[in-house]
């Protein structure tokens, strides 16, 4: 499924972004915070693939889009601009749009900045405050057993003389983290996609954006179709933080993947192609 995927640039007033589509149907993007994606597909995005036409899009700084000028162009409220001038000059009037993890803090934000500009959102793996990491099961707290190998691993990847060869080992034990089971990051190696973390993102949103981050008091006023889903044993997001956004956004409608940690689209592949489906 989607083995490759379509790549293409769009030159708007905030400079050019490159973007991958996929699928057929209603348009709908996919982004992420800090990850860069290529030909190769997300494979949390493949999923939607199937029902709707996804613009996987590398915001700035990632891939071959724009870089920022300066760092506040990196913050979530200037990425949801950056998405607006995509989305004009693509000539889409509407679009739904799916976040996972951070992708999915983006998709809480964009529907409180400019919900005449969605037909939907999805959000998955993820929290509307900076509590998330101050939680035990999470392996950003400081209390969390992987927390200093997590800084670790983090700070290696930022370093531009870490090799490849150790950057795949450190990706993968970065990733392990996040499975219910090895047997399923294995699978997923096997499947073409794409993600690899840009440091420069990364490194805004831990140390400058996640410092002030707490949208819960005005979830109450997005009024757009809304789909949570979350991993029980979610790794990154507890998924006490993805019950929290279901009851602060009352219509919206949240799924718990019950054998998932935080990658439930190859976790439990077929249960989220019906979540997906249960979306349009």
Same mark, same amino acid.
């Given at each position: 499924m989607n083995d490759m995927w379509e790549q293409g640039f769009i030159e708007t007033e905030r400079g050019i972004f490159e973007y991958f589509t996929a699928g057929q149907?209603?348009?709908?993007?996919?982004?992420?915070?800090?990850?860069?994606?290529?030909?190769?597909?997300?494979?949390?995005?493949?999923p939607f693939a199937k029902h709707y036409k996804v613009y996987l899009i590398n915001t700035r700084g990632a891939g071959h889009s724009v870089n920022a000028e300066n760092e506040n162009q990196l913050s979530m409220k200037e990425i949801i601009k950056d998405l607006e001038v995509i989305r004009t000059a693509?000539?889409?009037?509407?679009? =739904?749009?799916?976040?996972?993890?951070? +992708?999915?803090?983006? *998709?809480?934000?964009?529907?409180?900045?400019a919900p005449s500009s969605l037909t939907k959102i999805t959000a998955g793996c993820t929290a509307a405050s900076?509590?998330?990491?101050?939680?035990k099961s999470c392996i950003y707290c400081s209390e969390n057993k992987h927390f200093s190998r997590m800084i670790e691993i983090m700070e290696l990847l930022n370093n531009p003389d870490t090799v490849q060869e150790e950057r795949q080992k450190l990706g993968y034990e970065w990733a392990l983290m996040s499975y219910y089971s090895e047997d399923k990051l294995i699978e997923a190696k096997k499947r073409p996609n794409s993600g690899h973390t840009?440091?420069?993102?990364?490194d805004y949103f831990r140390k400058v954006e996640?410092?002030?981050y707490d949208i819960r008091?005005?979830?109450?006023?997005?009024?757009?179709?809304?789909?949570?889903?979350?991993?029980?044993?979610? =790794?990154?997001?507890?998924?006490?933080? +993805?019950?929290?956004? *279901?009851?602060?956004?009352?219509?919206?409608?949240?799924?718990?993947?019950?054998?998932?940690?935080?990658n439930p689209f190859i976790e439990e592949e077929e249960k989220f192609s019906e979540f997906v489906e249960m979306t349009l």
């Open positions: 149907g209603e348009p709908l993007a996919v982004a992420h915070l800090y990850m860069a994606f290529d030909k190769r597909g997300s494979l949390s995005a493949n693509l000539n889409i009037k509407k679009w =739904a749009f799916a976040g996972h993890s951070t +992708g999915g803090m983006l *998709a809480l934000q964009y529907a409180l900045e900076k509590e998330y990491a101050e939680h840009v440091g420069k993102n990364l996640v410092k002030n008091s005005q979830l109450k006023n997005i009024k757009l179709p809304t789909y949570i889903y979350a991993g029980r044993y979610d =790794a990154q997001c507890p998924v006490e933080f +993805g019950i929290e956004i *279901a009851e602060l956004i009352t219509h919206s409608n949240l799924t718990i993947f019950e054998k998932s940690n935080h």
